[in-house]
Each structure stands twice: as structure tokens, then as C-alpha cells.
């Protein structure tokens, strides 16, 4: 499939925020309450200079709901562990397979288990949560338990569903996008368009691009635009990516 720089630059991002992620439970960025400070790749900020990696934390929610209102839900198709996972199980391949229902339950055990261990090691590494868990300790078996079995509700049932209407992020995000921000909008004025219904199957959120990819679900994932690439020919797409503000 053809790719142009944009979905190149999306899956560097996304993968960089995979290892970020995972830098969590390996214990490279965490609270560590022991010694009453934050690790951040090596480095200690005890109590009095906390204040710079939270800083940090807040500078970088702030910038990426700030950068929506002109570029849309770059989130949700950047760095959301929800949209990788959707993009897996809504994939064209995945989507008429027959086990479908049976990837869709692997790929939710481990998201939700990665992310439950992402919230979890934050604060307590791995051996202090296992050694907690077997001595009985409720807090920890409840809180694990709660978000294993929220996470697991999120991808089996609820999927794009969640995005489209209880993810906080998006709800913040529809408030503040204008006509200024970016949208992914088709155009057909050759009638080229063959009808071959690949941007359908490839959408992560199951909308029509066609018609839908202008509305606030649409996240510019350009998964679209590489389908109608991949039917038309290299340099051909009836989808682009069009920022009002520039
Ligand atoms: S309409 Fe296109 S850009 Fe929007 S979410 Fe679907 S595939 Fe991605
Ligand atoms: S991928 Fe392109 S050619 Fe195929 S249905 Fe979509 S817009 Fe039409």
C-alpha cells in the first residue's frame, strides 16, 4: 500500500508513544515512593523539583488539546491505544474474517493488561504489586481488578462507540474545533471514484469517508486517503487532508 510522508510520520509517532508507554512498567518514568521522588529515563527529581516533570506532564496535555483545535483529533490518531487497537481489529483483513471475535478478545486481554500495568507501575514496580496481591492486599486487588475489567468493557464492547461519544478527549476536542480546524474531505469532481468501497473497510472508527470523514469522528488518520491510493494509483487519492488556517 502506498503511504505518503503524513502516514509514515503517524506510525513513527504512534510507536514512539508505544515505548513511552512501556517505559512505565520497565520503571524508566514512574513515582517512586520509596525514595519519594520521580524517575524520568535515570534521572531523580526528589520533592522540591517534582515540579519540573509534572510541569512537564501538564505543558504536554495542554499542547496536544491546544494543537486539536487546529489539526483535529491528532491524539486519538497518534497516540490513543484505542486507535492502534481498532486499527488491528478493523483492518480489512480482520474485519470478514471469520475469527474475528477471537482476535478482537486476544488483542483486548493485552492492551487492557499493558494498560492496567502502565497505571499500576507508575506507582508500584511489578515484584511490590505481585507481593501485594498474594499477601491480599484489597486496595491493590480491587483497583487492578476495576481497571482490568473497565479496560476489557472498552475494547469487547464498547470499541469506537466509546470514542465517538465518552472519551473525554473527544468531547474537549469537539468543544473546541472551528471551521480553522483540519479536516479530511473527499472530492470526486472526475467521478473517479470506483465505488470499490476500500476507504469503507479500511476506516478504524467504521465511518463512510465518503461522507462521513468531515464530521468530529473523523480522526485524520489518512488510512483513507492510502486506500483510494492504493485503488486509483501512486499520486492519485479523491481524500485530502485540508487545514483552513494555512
Ligand atoms: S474517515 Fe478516513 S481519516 Fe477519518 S477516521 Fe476514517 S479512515 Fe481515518
Ligand atoms: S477508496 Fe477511493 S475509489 Fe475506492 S470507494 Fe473509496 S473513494 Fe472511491
Known amino acids: 500500500m502506498a503511504k505518503d510522508n503524513y502516514s509514515k510520520r503517524r506510525r513513527i509517532i504512534q510507536t ?19 525514595n519519594e521522588c ?13 515540579f519540573y516533570p509534572l510541569f512537564t506532564i501538564v505543558a ?3 499542547f496536544v488539546v491546544g494543537i486539536g483545535m487546529k489539526k483535529g483529533r491528532l491524539f486519538c490518531s497518534h497516540l490513543c491505544p484505542m486507535h492502534m487497537f481498532l486499527e488491528k481489529v478493523n483492518s480489512p483483513k ?10 478482537v478478545w486476544l488483542w483486548s486481554l493485552l492492551f487492557s493488561f499493558l494498560l492496567v500495568q502502565v497505571i499500576l507501575s507508575f506507582f508500584q514496580p511489578l515484584d511490590n504489586q505481585i507481593r501485594l496481591i498474594a499477601s491480599g492486599n484489597l486496595p491493590i486487588i480491587g483497583i487492578s481488578s476495576a481497571l482490568f475489567l473497565g479496560f476489557m468493557g472498552l475494547f469487547v464492547h464498547y470499541q469506537e462507540h466509546f470514542c465517538k461519544k465518552g472519551c473525554p478527549y473527544a468531547l474537549i476536542q469537539m468543544l473546541l474545533q472551528s ?3 483540519r479536516t479530511m474531505q473527499f472530492a470526486n469532481p472526475e467521478k473517479t471514484c470506483t465505488n470499490c468501497r476500500g476507504c469503507d473497510d479500511i476506516c478504524p472508527f467504521n465511518l463512510r469517508p ?3 470523514s468531515k464530521t468530529p469522528d473523523c ?9 483510494c491510493t492504493t485503488e486509483l494509483g501512486q499520486g492519485n487519492t479523491l481524500f485530502h487532508l485540508i487545514d483552513p488556517s494555512e
Not at 38 to 50: N, P, Q
Not at 94 to 103: A, E, G, I
Open 16 to 34: 514512539l508513544s508505544v515505548l513511552i508507554l512501556l517505559s512505565i512498567p520497565l520503571r524508566f518514568f514512574c513515582v517512586d515512593l520509596e
Open 38 to 50: 520521580i524517575r524520568l529515563f535515570g534521572i531523580k527529581f526528589g520533592l522540591a523539583t517534582m
Open 60 to 62: 504536554l496535555v495542554l
Open 94 to 103: 480482520n474485519r470478514t474474517s471469520d475469527s474475528r471475535p477471537v482476535k
Open 179 to 181: 471551521d480553522q480546524t
Open 210 to 212: 465518503r461522507f462521513e
Open 219 to 227: 480522526t485524520n488518520c489518512n488510512l483513507c486517503t492510502d486506500a
